[in-house]
Structure formats: structure tokens, C-alpha cells
């Protein structure tokens, strides 16, 4: 079945560190690819996706890339802020009608001054 | 355009109890998918309704039921509560059940606590 793995956290940086947080996927199929961010106490927020190979989501200075041959969509941002920190999931959506996001358990960034 | 909202923000209950929460999808959006939260982890699918039909489910029991309605808010209901199902439930709201965009959008949520 369709699964997704994240590096475990929790992840602690210092200001303007370079930031990667793995993923990989196992799916059926072409699925696309999410990272999600979830602030303390809030649901979650789309941070960016790639909806097929070698495709680029970008966003807030947060990018992946969509890696079929290796099966990965790895988090990365040149320089964190504080205000970064948070919980970061990686999901998948095969595309096939009345099926869902499948997430990866979260990776905690935690990013002091 | 409103975002995804979700009603209540907080419950507490005890065990064998029912409870029903609400979420109200994105204007325009036809398709309501609901998630559970546990502490620490990432969240699980439940079901998705798209048109007032269930339309995909996850491995959760019978006692969680849903409803999605003409204006397609939706309710999840769960019977006879556990304290496994202490939770944060989220919903989601996307455009079509289908799309590879079908992330949609995801309410706030709502934290269940079972006693």
C-alpha cells in the first residue's frame, strides 16, 4: 500500500541554518506530492506541492522536489527563522477518486535566536 | 470566499458517550474528508463525502459515521466513545473528490478529550 516516511525529529536549529527534512514514498501509480506545516495548537496549512516528477513546489523560501527515482520529496530552506518552527508533515495523494492525503508521522522543527 | 471552519474548537466526554462535530467546507467546495489527530502523530484518513455520498473510507469502525448536506457542511459523528478516540479531528474541504489538487483545505479543528 501507498505510505510515507519522514526523518525523524525532533530537528533543532539556530537562525538562518540550513534546514532538511527527509521524506520518501512508497505509492502505486503517480501520486502527488504535499508538505504540510502545523503551528502549535492550529490544523494544518499547506506549504507546497508537486504534482509529478522532477516537478519543484516552492514556497516562503521552503522548497522540494519531486524525485521519482528515489522516491523522495526532501524538505529544504537556505536559512530558518524562528518563527519556522513548527511540525512539518509530507503526504501523498494518489489521485484516484474517494481515496485521501496519506501523511507521514511530522517532523518538529524547533528553531532558537 | 470563507475558509473551512470546524465547531466545536474544544470537547470533553466520557467513555460510551456519542458526539457529533461539525465543519463547514469552503465556499464552492463539493468534498468534505475527515481526519484524526492523535498526539504525535500524522493524521489518519476516516472518510471523504463528496455530493451527500460517502465516497472512500479509512480503517476506522462503524461507530464513526458521517453526513454531508445540500449546502455540504458535514458532520462526523462517533458512538460509543473510547479513550483511543481522544483526538484532534480535522476536516477538509476540496473542489472535486478526484483531483490531484484534492489536498484541499483543512480546518482548525477540533481536540477531543475522552475521560
Known amino acids: 500500500g501507498n505510505s510515507v516516511t519522514q526523518m525523524e525529529g525532533p530537528v533543532t536549529l539556530s537562525e538562518e541554518a540550513f534546514l532538511t527534512i527527509n521524506c520518501t514514498y512508497t505509492a502505486t501509480g503517480y501520486p502527488s506530492l504535499f508538505w504540510y506545516v502545523q503551528y502549535p495548537g492550529e490544523g494544518l496549512q499547506l506549504l507546497l506541492k508537486a504534482t509529478k516528477a522532477d516537478d519543484k513546489g516552492s514556497n516562503k523560501g521552503f522548497e522540494a522536489t519531486y524525485r521519482k527515482e528515489t522516491t523522495s520529496f526532501h524538505l529544504e530552506k537556505g536559512s530558518v527563522q524562528v518563527s519556522d518552527s513548527a511540525v512539518y508533515f509530507c503526504a501523498l495523494f494518489s489521485g484516484q477518486a474517494g481515496t485521501a492525503l496519506i501523511f507521514g508521522k511530522g517532523t518538529t522543527l524547533s528553531v532558537s535566536s | 470566499e470563507t475558509g473551512v471552519t470546524q465547531s466545536p474548537t474544544h470537547l470533553i466526554k466520557t467513555r460510551g458517550q456519542q458526539v457529533t462535530l461539525r465543519c463547514s467546507s469552503q465556499s464552492g467546495h463539493n468534498t468534505v474528508s475527515w481526519y484524526q489527530q492523535a498526539l504525535g502523530q500524522g493524521p489518519q484518513f476516516i472518510f471523504q463525502?463528496?455530493?451527500?455520498?460517502?465516497?472512500g473510507r479509512g480503517n476506522f469502525p462503524p461507530r464513526f459515521s458521517g453526513l454531508q448536506f445540500p449546502n455540504y457542511s458535514s458532520e462526523l459523528n462517533v458512538n460509543a466513545l473510547e479513550l483511543d478516540d481522544s483526538a484532534l479531528y480535522l476536516c477538509a474541504s476540496s473542489l472535486f473528490a478526484g483531483a490531484s489538487g484534492g489536498a484541499g483545505y483543512f480546518g482548525p479543528g477540533t481536540r477531543l478529550t475522552v475521560l
Open positions: 463525502y463528496y455530493r451527500e455520498e460517502e465516497n
